[in-house]
């Protein structure tokens, strides 16, 4: 955030230095493929996205709960595009 607004891409990158946030996240998580077990950091392209291309959220067994401006949203696990846990 700089002063109170969301950062766009250039600044994103300029900032933490990865050309992609899947790049950025890889360096701190370790990418699992699969079911994510409950507690996994969760990607997805189907629901509203930010700047950073996805949308985040944490999976929660079979469905993943994302925030979104009406609430918690939550989505089944099919709809996961990329999932990380920390090791």
Known sequence: MIDGKAMNQTQLQQEFGF???SE???SKL???N??????SLVATKKVRRWVIGNALGISVGLKAAFVTTRG???HPIETIDK????T
């Open 72 to 74: 918690i949203s939550y």
């Open 83 to 86: 999932a990380w846990v920390q």
């Open 19 to 21: 050309e992609r946030f």
């Open 24 to 26: 950025a996240v890889d």
């Open 30 to 32: 370790t990418r699992f």
């Open 34 to 39: 699969g079911i994510p077990p409950r507690g």
